[in-house]
């Protein structure tokens, strides 16, 4: 991560924070000044406890010479932070951990301001953020998240279970129940089609921006089903065969470390947007 020192570093969403902070470990957080909110201030917390947290933006700015960001939808921190470094003239690089949506990252209330470069961490979204934001110098960086969850996960257990990784699909498409329910429907009443073994427990994962007992009535309602417990995303994969949700960027961790990975979007929702080869479209198979 050859960025000049000292580095500001501002990010919320867990996506890219889990990226972000892999690279930092290999760093001396003497040359940081962090401002974490949401998901990532726990992230950061864990790791590396109150080190180098800032109050706020314009603290971590003040007397940096460059900022790292992410670019997640929950916070307009980022955002905020982005400009802010705009205005003092700063180098701003942001971190894009998914595959879509890449100018909508950058805009709020109408404000548009892009980075003056952007890492991204596979050849998938390399592509893609030619596409969509032409002109703005892209890198591809290694993503040791990834690698560290992968090779921790260890090898695919011959029986485990099946663990849903939940995300916000922020839209009912249409029919009054929020999407990732309408996903766990659709998987809990198809999985057979998708070859999971009938005695095999649904586990679920809640995403970082879930609030607590949000899956409480649901697996409440489901024997068989349980809320997943674990420290990390190597630890909730150790014991699962099969991996499914709707856009996570943890089914692309699942494939990676050897586990079929489900995408679980029910009939009239958008298509899943991940590129991934290897990707099993369980709609498609119950069409078939």
Not at 124 to 147: C, F, K, S, T, W
Not at 224 to 237: E, I, R
Not at 268 to 273: K, R, T
Request: with cysteine; aromatic share 6%; net charge negative.
């Amino acid at each position: 991560m050859d960025l000049p020192v000292p580095l500001a570093v501002v990010a919320h969403d867990a996506g890219a924070a889990n990226i972000i902070l892999a690279w930092i470990e290999e760093r001396d957080l003497e040359s940081l000044r962090a401002v974490m909110r949401g998901p990532a201030e726990k992230l950061w917390r864990a790791r590396f406890g109150e080190a180098r947290l800032m109050r706020d933006i314009d603290a971590a700015l003040d007397g940096a010479a460059a900022l790292l960001s992410g670019t997640g939808w929950a916070s307009e921190l980022e955002h905020d932070a982005r400009a802010a470094a705009k205005s003092r003239g700063l180098h701003s690089v942001a971190v894009v951990d998914h595959w879509v949506n890449y100018r909508a990252r950058f805009e709020r209330g109408g404000e548009q301001v892009l980075p003056d470069e952007l890492w991204v961490t596979d050849r998938y979204a390399m592509a893609e953020a030619h596409r969509a934001l032409g002109g703005i110098p892209v890198r591809l960086q290694p993503n040791r998240y990834l690698r560290t969850q992968v090779e921790a996960a260890g090898p695919v257990p011959e029986h485990g279970d099946l663990l849903f990784v939940s995300e916000p699909a922020r839209s009912d498409w249409g029919r009054g129940e929020p999407g990732e329910f309408q996903a766990l429907d659709y998987l809990a009443l198809h999985r057979d089609v998708a070859g999971i073994d009938a005695g095999a427990t649904l586990r679920i994962r809640p995403h970082p921006s879930d609030p607590p007992g949000k899956y409480a009535e649901w697996i409440g309602r489901r024997p068989g089903a349980v809320l997943d417990s674990s420290a990390d995303m190597a630890d909730a994969l150790r014991g699962a065969t099969w991996v499914a949700g709707l856009n996570s960027f943890a089914l692309a961790i699942a494939l990676e470390a050897g586990r079929r990975a489900i995408c679980a979007l029910p009939p009239g929702a958008p298509d899943c947007v991940l590129p991934h080869q290897g990707l099993i479209h369980l709609r498609a198979l119950v069409r078939a």
